[in-house]
């Protein structure tokens, strides 16, 4: 005889006997021990977008280092800065160590001259100051005479005398320096 026949003879079962029992229920007690575990109450399961892997920076650690890599930069740019800055300020330095004693070298020469020699440089300078400036407006006068006198011409006069004019002003303050040094 099988199972389903002893089974058909005995008595008849209620629909709940004849049920499947209940399986174990788990009874839900969060505890202050797993509240505070990270990502407890946060599904396993992370969405990203679809363009993730075209992303230029992916995750929060490609960004800190990014971060990070910046501000070296930015920091390594301003050491530069303040080394080429040092570098300017001791090349100033010099140049002008080397055009002060250019000054005084000079201001030396000029004050080891007699004061006949300053005098005679003096009247020197003003006959070629004179000479030269007759000479530029005698050609002047002979271009405009041919009508050939142009803002070109006229131009390159006053550059000329521009130059000779910083020329002279630089030579007579040497000259004043050295008869100060002298008298002193």
């Known amino acids: 005889m099988s199972y389903a026949e002893i089974a058909a003879k005995g008595p008849k079962q209620t629909p709940e006997e004849a049920a499947a029992p209940l399986p174990p229920q788990i009874e839900v007690d969060e505890s202050t021990s797993t509240s505070s575990l990270i990502d407890v109450d946060t599904p396993s399961v992370h969405t990203v977008p679809s363009d993730f892997q075209e992303q230029e920076i992916q995750t929060e650690t490609q960004a800190t280092r990014l971060e990070q890599e910046e501000q070296a930069a930015k920091e390594e740019a301003e050491r530069a800065k303040a080394k080429a800055r040092a570098e300017a300020d001791l090349a100033k330095k010099k140049a002008k160590s080397k055009a002060k004693k250019a000054d005084n070298w000079l201001t030396k020469q000029f004050a080891s001259l007699s004061d006949g ?64 040094a002298k008298d002193q």
């Open 117 to 180: 020699t300053t005098g005679a440089l003096a009247a020197v300078n003003l006959l070629a100051v004179v000479g030269l400036s007759g000479w530029l407006g005698y050609r002047a006068w002979g271009l405009y005479d041919r009508r050939q006198f142009t803002w070109q011409h006229a131009g390159r006069g006053a550059g000329i005398l521009a130059a000779v004019a910083v020329f002279e002003s630089v030579f007579s303050s040497y000259l004043a320096k050295g008869k100060k």
